[in-house]
């Protein structure tokens, strides 16, 4: 129905920058938020940035200053500009949509992506 690919992962220095790229296809017909999450093994994984429809992005306090999310409506894209980035971002990043499909009857759902991997070396 929906799917999410991520790309943009990689290797990188401590203080350099990436950006991710989420784009999400599918039988979308209403979106009401698109994030990104991040996990290291052993623990749950963690919000990284949500930007809701209505405009409003939240972040992580540990990415406040360094990490940007934005996204292209029309294309339906989500992108995370990660700048300063430090050895403990190291995690698979996720991007997940909130959104109706097939059916405008069928309730929101969360769809998730596959995951691309982020490390940071010191």
């Known amino acids: 129905q929906v799917q999410l690919v991520e790309s943009g992962g990689g290797l990188v220095q401590a203080g350099g920058s990436l950006k991710l790229a989420c784009v999400a296809s599918?039988?979308?017909?209403?979106?009401?938020?698109m994030g990104w999450y991040r996990q290291v093994p052993g623990a749950q994984r963690e919000l990284v940035a949500t930007?809701?429809?209505?405009?409003?992005?939240n972040y992580a306090d540990s990415v406040k200053g360094r990490f940007t999310a934005s996204r292209d409506y029309a294309k339906n894209t989500a992108y995370l500009q990660m700048n300063s980035l430090k050895p403990e971002d190291t995690a698979v990043y996720y991007c997940?949509?909130?959104?109706?499909?097939?059916?405008?009857?069928?309730?929101?759902?969360?769809?998730w992506g596959q995951g691309t991997q982020v490390t940071v070396s010191s």
């Open positions: 599918g039988s979308i017909l209403g979106v009401a938020a």
């Open positions: 930007m809701t429809s209505s405009g409003t992005t």
């Open positions: 997940k949509i909130t959104c109706r499909a097939v059916d405008w009857a069928l309730p929101l759902r969360d769809y």
